[in-house]
């Protein structure tokens, strides 16, 4: 199946400082990748879809200004979670649609200190 | 409007047969998913199915589709332990080009005894 790839896998940074995610898909092109966030024993919500050279669409809840998305690409998405929070601390998924599947990637571990 | 709904645990000794259950609201969905999340890692696709087929085998893995009860199910041949993890069911209501959103269900945790 197609590969997604995300870094950093885990990080640890301090209240308000800014972290940016990559996401990339290895071996095909994504014009449309699709951003998820994970709570503990919780199921997926998905934040946002990352279009490549145009805005991302947020989700009803998810703000835009904090959760920065570009997708400068049509192989990388980066999401910027700015002025990170404790409660931002979360497991963070990545994700692209290759043929009739859709493909994630390993999740980026967050924790705000 | 769209719900996809799981049991929570399953607890299975190895060797046996895993049936993991998913029902589903949008009967307009063309393909449903299902997924494997270990822990601390992302989702892995294990398996899809068309909403025209009733069946489709892929090694261990026999998922079953039954359109009318919206109801969906992955079953595991002679589970191992490393086929613990959370298995996730998915859907892609009207799915017909580069959008269309995954709706997961809540995941069931599979728990594989030696």
């Known amino acids: 199946g197609a590969v997604v790839s995300q870094h950093p896998s885990r990080v640890i940074c301090k209240s308000g400082t800014s972290v940016k995610i990559e996401c990339r898909s290895l071996d095909f092109q994504a014009t449309t990748m699709f951003w998820y966030r994970q709570f503990p024993k919780k199921s997926l919500m998905l934040m946002a879809t990352s279009n490549e050279g145009s805005k991302a669409t947020y989700e009803q809840g998810v703000e835009k200004d904090k959760f920065l998305i570009n997708h400068a690409s049509l192989t990388l998405s980066t999401l910027t979670v700015t002025s990170a929070h404790p409660e931002d601390s979360s497991f963070y998924i990545c994700?692209?649609?290759?043929?009739?599947?859709?493909?994630f990637g390993p999740g980026t571990r967050l924790t705000v200190l | 409007g769209e719900d996809v709904e799981q049991s929570l645990f399953l607890s299975v000794r190895e060797g046996d047969s895993s049936v993991i259950n998913c029902t589903y609201t949008?009967?307009?969905?063309?393909?449903l998913y299902w997924y494997k999340q270990e822990p601390g890692a992302g989702l892995q696709l294990l398996t899809y199915?068309?909403?025209?087929?009733d069946m489709k085998q892929d090694q261990r893995l026999t998922v079953l589709l039954n359109k009318k009860d919206k109801h969906l199910s992955l079953r595991i041949a002679d589970t191992q332990t490393g086929d613990s993890a959370i298995y996730f069911c998915?859907?892609?209501?009207?799915?017909?080009?580069?959008?269309?959103?995954?709706?997961f269900g809540k995941g069931t945790k599979l728990s594989v005894k030696p």
């Open positions: 994700s692209a649609r290759a043929g009739t599947g859709q493909f």
């Open positions: 949008d009967s307009s969905s063309t393909y």
């Open positions: 998915a859907e892609i209501p009207n799915y017909g080009g580069s959008q269309g959103n995954l709706i």
């Open positions: 199915i068309f909403s025209n087929m």
